[in-house]
């Protein structure tokens, strides 16, 4: 299964990519025990090639980001940036529970005393980069907020709206980044990556 650190892998709707990804999680996971390698994979032809180094996931699915049709007066950078810090929130909280018997509890309280899921995936890199962990992010729908009625919103207004999710992929300045690599599917390919150092 080799292919680049950082790929975006775009195909039609109903194409296996949602899949894809959990097949990957299943092969870098480093939760994926001997006895799940071979629920998995035994008798498929990457069964012998299981990978040498495994990853920290961290699945963020984005496929139920809409604008939210129910308020049609309200901004849409307010609706669609809601349903991404919601997104957000999901997986930060499962990837907690995912690896929470290597936290300690305060660690975990840290990250969730944060106001906001945004300053809650800030604070869980930072934690990420001082335990030394290695993640492999994964991102489903990378293009959600691309099929938005462009008729009704004007393009300024679509890019601050998935402005702020974009944000999360650059490189801080503060700390080293600890997401080395990253696959991310989609349709149309709405965010795309401009490289490993700037993000998505």
């Keep these: 299964m080799g ?3 950082h790929a975006i892998w775009r195909r039609p709707p109903r194409f296996g990519k949602s899949v894809f990804l959990r097949t990957i999680m ?3 996971d480093k939760r994926t025990t001997d006895a799940w390698w071979d629920f998995y994979f035994k008798g498929t032809e990457i069964y012998p090639s299981r990978p040498r180094h495994s990853y920290y ?3 963020v699915d984005l496929s139920r980001v809409i604008a939210n049709p129910y308020i049609p007066m309200a901004p849409l950078s307010m609706t669609l940036s809601r349903e991404y810090r919601d997104a957000l929130q999901i997986s930060i909280r499962k990837f907690i529970g995912n690896y929470r018997q ?3 509890q ?9 106001p906001t899921p945004i300053e809650q995936w800030s604070h869980l890199m930072l934690l990420c980069t001082q335990k030394n962990w290695e993640i492999f992010i ?3 729908e990378i293009d959600a907020g691309a099929f938005i009625d462009t008729l009704r919103h004007s393009k300024k207004e679509i890019d601050q709206a998935i402005l702020h999710f974009k944000n999360l992929f650059y490189t801080s300045k503060d700390y080293q980044y600890p997401i080395v690599r990253s696959f991310a599917v989609g349709v ?3 965010i795309s990556l401009s490289s ?3 993000g998505w």
């Design 3 to 5: 292919f680049p650190s």
């Design 26 to 28: 299943a092969y870098y």
């Design 57 to 59: 996931i961290l699945y």
């Design 102 to 104: 290597e936290m300690t």
């Design 106 to 114: 305060k660690e975990i309280d840290d990250i969730i005393a944060r």
């Design 138 to 140: 994964l991102v489903d």
């Design 188 to 190: 149309v390919g709405g």
């Design 196 to 198: 490993p150092d700037q």
